[in-house]
Nanobody, 120 residues
């Protein structure tokens, strides 16, 4: 079994910063792309940032220049540094990773989510 667990969410004032972390754990596996998604109340889940296995990144237009995704392959961990936070960034943030357990094919794995609330 492979699991993803997020941490680092919380309540912050507009203009503040938060850093989210997501670690993959379990038996032997390989990780390809890793990503962060978010879902605000009443809205669909949307992609925030993606990082490939070679480190290339892609961001939603709404977070470009404010958020930075990075990963530590030795720790099987992906991070999301969020700066200049806005009330509209309030959402549950989910970690996603393309993981191949030993002896199996690649599949999409999700963390349980972490709440980020930005007050005005």
């Amino acid at each position: 079994q492979v699991q993803l667990v997020e941490s680092g969410g919380g309540l912050v004032q507009a203009g503040g910063s938060l850093r989210l972390s997501c670690a993959a754990s379990g038996r032997r596996f390989s990780i390809n792309a890793m990503a962060w998604y978010r879902q605000a109340p009443g809205k669909q889940r949307e992609s925030v940032a993606v990082i490939s296995s070679d480190g290339s990144t892609n961001y939603a237009d709404s977070v470009k220049g404010r958020f930075t995704i990075s990963r530590d392959n030795a720790k099987n961990t992906v991070y999301l540094q969020m700066n200049s936070l806005k009330p509209e960034d309030t959402a549950v943030y989910y970690c996603n990773a393309d993981i191949r357990p030993v002896g199996m094919g690649y599949g999409a794995y999700w963390g349980p989510g972490t709440q980020v609330t930005v007050s005005s």
